[in-house]
């Protein structure tokens, strides 16, 4: 069965960094693109970023873009998000999630078949 | 960035009966290379992550009951159930996976009438 557990989510001041994870059990890690996806309150789904199995693509949502970095630990089974210079507006719930689909050409394309319970990041004085 | 645009916001409809929810992308998501939609449908209950229904616009997802069906081309798609059970109370969202950034639908509530 496929597992996403994400952790790292609180609460932090505007200006200040986190650092989210997600372990990941059930399958192949390796062999699939992972992402982050994150949910304010009341609001829908934004698409945070991706990135490729062996780390060496990455892709985000303009804006993240200098703020935030998805990296992952094949070893591990995880997934990052290094969340620096939050902003009120990043305040979400961040979901965890596995893409299915490919980049070719600088285009991407990919659905998401498996997500995580996600963590809450709060940003707020 | 392509708008995805779903309507209607909420809606109310009988156990049992069908329910549609349509989302229209700002652009096509059609690719020309492979004849193939990019477009996804989720399903969204409190307190539990997204799960996915359709991809390819009418693909359903592992373990998605048969009443639950994509259709539609290029900008316009439709997700249908064809009779309505209490737990498919729900907000559902439309993704492009077209280009990034992938966006999605504002969604739609859907409730029991």
């Known amino acids: 069965e496929v597992q996403l557990v994400e952790s790292g989510g609180g609460l932090v001041q505007p200006g200040g960094s986190l650092k989210l994870s997600c372990a990941a059990s059930?399958?192949?890690?390796?062999?699939?693109?992972m992402s982050w996806v994150r949910q304010a309150p009341g609001k829908g789904l934004e698409w945070v970023a991706i990135i490729k199995q062996d780390g060496g693509e990455k892709y985000y949502v303009d804006s993240v873009k200098g703020r935030f970095t998805i990296s992952r630990d094949n070893a591990k089974n995880s997934l990052y998000l290094q969340v620096n210079s939050l902003r009120a507006e990043d305040t979400a719930v961040y979901y965890c999630?596995?893409?299915?689909?490919?980049?070719?050409?600088?285009?991407?394309?990919?659905?998401?078949?498996?997500w995580g319970q996600g963590t809450l990041v709060t940003v707020s004085s | 960035d392509i708008v995805m645009t779903q309507s209607p916001d909420s809606l109310a409809v009988s156990l049992g009966e069908r329910a549609t929810i349509n989302c229209k992308s700002s652009?096509?998501?059609?690719?020309?290379?492979?004849?193939?939609?990019?477009f996804a449908w989720y399903q969204h209950k409190p307190g539990q992550p997204p799960k996915l229904l359709i991809y390819?616009?009418?693909s359903r997802g592992s373990g998605v009951p048969d009443r639950f069906s994509g259709s539609g081309s290029g900008t316009d798609f439709t997700l249908t159930i064809s009779s309505l059970q209490a737990e498919d109370v729900a907000v559902y969202y439309c993704q492009q996976y077209y280009s990034t950034p992938y966006t999605f639908g504002q969604g739609t509530k859907l409730e029991i009438k």
């Open positions: 390819w616009a009418s």
């Open positions: 999630a596995r893409g299915i689909g490919y980049c070719s050409g600088g285009n991407c394309y990919h659905y998401f078949d498996n």
């Open positions: 652009q096509s998501v059609l690719h020309s290379s492979n004849n193939k939609n990019y």
């Open positions: 059930g399958f192949t890690f390796t062999t699939y693109w």
